[in-house]
């Protein structure tokens, strides 16, 4: 039965970003290499509040996905289902190794 884990994702591309590593000022996405610290990706960033920040930050920060220096910010987090094999049982059915493998395959379901 599949778990729940506490991921953080890029906002540019949504790759899942290790919640063990410390978002710092110099922190990037492994993947695109775009800024972490930056109000994108903060738990505080809202569309809908002042200066699309729930605290009381004193002006806007105009550029939303670079990093910026804001004291409050905290890395947004969310729990999502984990949807990838433990490693367990192995009794499941067996990927295919590259796409030619998985086309093959479905040819030859209809093969008489």
Same mark, same amino acid.
């Given at each position: ?24 000022? $110099? /922190?990037? +996405?492994?993947? +695109?290499?775009?800024?972490?610290? @930056?109000?994108? %990706? ?6 809908? @509040?002042?200066? $699309? ?6 002006? #806007? ?6 990093? %910026?220096? +804001?004291?409050?910010?905290?890395? #947004?987090?969310?729990? $999502? #289902? $984990?949807? #990838?094999? /433990? ?10 190794? %590259?796409?030619?493998?998985?086309? /093959? ?8």
């Amino acid at each position: 039965m599949p778990g729940f884990q506490e991921v953080l994702r890029c906002s540019l591309c949504g790759t899942i970003v290790p919640t063990s590593v410390e978002i710092t000022f $110099e /922190s990037q +996405c492994p993947k +695109c290499k775009a800024d972490l610290h @930056a109000c994108k %990706n903060c738990r505080h960033f809202d569309t809908g @509040a002042q200066f $699309e920040c729930t605290q009381p930050i004193p002006e #806007r920060i105009t550029k939303k996905d670079l990093r %910026n220096h +804001c004291e409050f910010f905290m890395a #947004r987090t969310s729990i $999502e #289902r $984990e949807t #990838r094999d /433990s490693g367990g049982g192995g009794n499941g059915p067996v990927s295919p190794a %590259n796409p030619s493998d998985a086309r /093959s395959a479905f040819d030859n379901l209809f093969k008489k």
